[in-house]
């Protein structure tokens, strides 16, 4: 059914955008590697459950080094995914160990509330030790190369922004349902089963859920590429955690500047953190950009956001400038926000885009 809906993602994995951009992840999708938290699973750690925080994250900057390593062979196909058993503590387990210290004092994304969400306390983006989760589906509606996704919407989020199309996710208007790792693990398996090409942690927000996630993959024994669906807005303790978990980061770039940053969406350091994490993001995994064109904020955001990405991203990044916005929850209490793009802002949009050196923009 989903290749009558969306014909443009059929044949998309052999296109030259993806085999430049995201080469690995389609190598995933079809079958030719592994993802990366399976991989993770195969290495081994001397974690201990009494060892210091300190102590722990300098074993995970030792381990990342080995992770990359057996990536390399097992790629390069010097080595073989299925002469490794899974370690009985292994670098994910690691990595859920110190999910669970961070939320005990919770700093995953920038804000550092430093709340103890095992104990209940609740922080900015009111999300507990559990996750809930608003809807599951294959999700026919993304960019074309993730089509169909299997996508899991959770709520809260990170942020506050004014115009938020999944607002009732967002700021807590529906509760969803409460979930258990292996039960998610066990919808994660049924997604790939139907054929979806991704398991797509996306909200809301997925970053208060980081350690959720973690725990949650360890019990997948698809190779089933994971998405990272964020509003960038997270910490550098929870972009480690990502690395060597995450195949694709499918990462917002809402503003050029803090000061639209902080008026629509609440987000302080905005830029320097958003920067940050794309930067880190393709260091580590594969990684396609989304730009939310906005009213009248073309030279603001639109231009400063496309040039950064192409002078430090590159060219062939795999950007989506997007002109699907609408006024929604709270936007009509901001004037340029009250209508839809016109036509002029569209073509200035991609004007500059071409003029940025972008080659790989899709709308």
Same mark, same amino acid.
């Given at each position: 059914? !989903?290749?009558?809906?969306?014909?443009?993602?059929?044949?998309?994995?052999?296109?030259?955008?993806?085999?430049?951009?995201?080469?690995?992840?389609?190598?995933?999708?079809?079958?030719?590697?592994?993802?990366?938290?399976?991989?993770?699973?195969?290495?081994?750690?001397?974690?201990?459950? =009494?060892?210091? %925080?300190?102590?722990?994250?300098?074993?995970?900057?030792?381990?990342?080094?080995?992770?990359?390593?057996?990536?390399?062979?097992?790629?390069?196909?010097?080595?073989? +995914?299925?002469? +490794?058993?899974?370690?009985?503590?292994?670098?994910? =387990?690691?990595?859920?160990?110190?999910?669970?210290?961070?939320?005990? #004092?919770?700093?995953?994304?920038?804000?550092?509330?430093?709340?103890?969400?095992?104990?209940?306390?609740?922080?900015?983006?009111?999300?507990?030790?559990?996750?809930? /989760?608003? %809807?599951?589906?294959?999700?026919?509606?993304?960019? *074309?190369?993730?089509? *169909?996704?299997?996508?899991?919407?959770?709520?809260?989020?990170?942020?506050?922004?004014?115009?938020?199309?999944?607002?009732?996710?967002?700021? !807590?208007?529906?509760?969803?349902?409460?979930?258990?790792?292996?039960?998610?693990?066990?919808? /994660?398996?049924?997604?790939?089963?139907?054929?979806?090409?991704?398991?797509?942690?996306?909200?809301?927000?997925?970053? *208060? #859920? %980081?350690?959720?996630?973690?725990?949650?993959?360890?019990? /997948?024994?698809?190779?089933?590429? $994971?998405? !990272?669906?964020?509003?960038?807005?997270?910490?550098?303790? $929870?972009?480690?955690?990502? =690395?060597? +978990?995450?195949?694709?980061?499918?990462?917002?770039?809402?503003?050029?500047?803090?000061?639209?940053?902080?008026?629509?969406?609440?987000?302080?350091?905005?830029?320097?953190?958003?920067?940050?994490?794309?930067?880190?993001?393709?260091?580590?995994?594969?990684?396609?950009?989304?730009?939310?064109?906005?009213?009248?904020?073309?030279?603001?955001?639109?231009?400063?956001?496309?040039?950064?990405?192409?002078? #430090?991203?590159?060219?062939?990044?795999? /950007?989506?400038?997007?002109?699907?916005?609408?006024?929604?929850?709270?936007?009509?209490?901001?004037?340029?926000?009250?209508?839809?793009?016109?036509?002029?802002?569209?073509?200035?949009?991609?004007?500059?885009?071409?003029?940025?050196?972008?080659?790989?923009?899709? $709308?």
């Amino acid at each position: 059914m !989903w290749r009558l809906l969306r014909p443009d993602a059929v044949n998309v994995l052999a296109e030259e955008g993806i085999r430049r951009s995201l080469t690995r992840y389609a190598d995933v999708v079809l079958g030719k590697k592994t993802a990366k938290f399976l991989l993770a699973k195969r290495i081994p750690t001397d974690l201990g459950a =009494d060892d210091q %925080t300190p102590r722990l994250w300098e074993l995970h900057e030792k381990t990342t080094k080995d992770y990359y390593e057996l990536e390399r062979e097992l790629d390069s196909g010097a080595l073989q +995914f299925h002469d +490794f058993p899974d370690e009985d503590k292994s670098y994910l =387990d690691l990595k859920v160990e110190l999910g669970r210290r961070i939320l005990e #004092n919770c700093h995953f994304c920038e804000r550092r509330c430093h709340v103890n969400r095992l104990q209940r306390e609740l922080g900015y983006c009111r999300c507990g030790a559990e996750m809930s /989760v608003s %809807t599951i589906f294959a999700h026919t509606g993304e960019e *074309p190369e993730l089509v *169909p996704s299997g996508t899991v919407f959770s709520c809260g989020c990170t942020m506050r922004c004014i115009h938020c199309q999944n607002w009732s996710i967002s700021q !807590w208007v529906e509760s969803g349902r409460k979930y258990t790792p292996d039960r998610l693990a066990s919808d /994660v398996e049924e997604l790939h089963a139907i054929g979806c090409r991704n398991v797509n942690m996306v909200g809301g927000e997925p970053t *208060p #859920n %980081t350690w959720f996630w973690l725990k949650t993959m360890r019990d /997948v024994r698809s190779s089933i590429p $994971t998405v !990272w669906n964020s509003n960038s807005y997270y910490s550098e303790e $929870t972009s480690q955690l990502l =690395d060597g +978990f995450i195949d694709v980061y499918l990462l917002d770039f809402k503003y050029g500047n803090d000061y639209c940053a902080e008026r629509i969406s609440g987000a302080p350091h905005y830029w320097e953190t958003c920067t940050r994490n794309h930067l880190t993001a393709k260091k580590n995994g594969e990684l396609i950009i989304r730009v939310l064109v906005l009213p009248e904020h073309n030279e603001c955001c639109t231009r400063p956001i496309l040039n950064w990405i192409a002078k #430090n991203i590159g060219p062939w990044t795999r /950007v989506n400038l997007m002109f699907q916005y609408r006024p929604e929850f709270r936007a009509r209490e901001m004037r340029e926000l009250q209508r839809v793009l016109n036509s002029e802002e569209k073509e200035e949009a991609l004007s500059i885009a071409r003029e940025a050196g972008l080659l790989n923009v899709i $709308t």
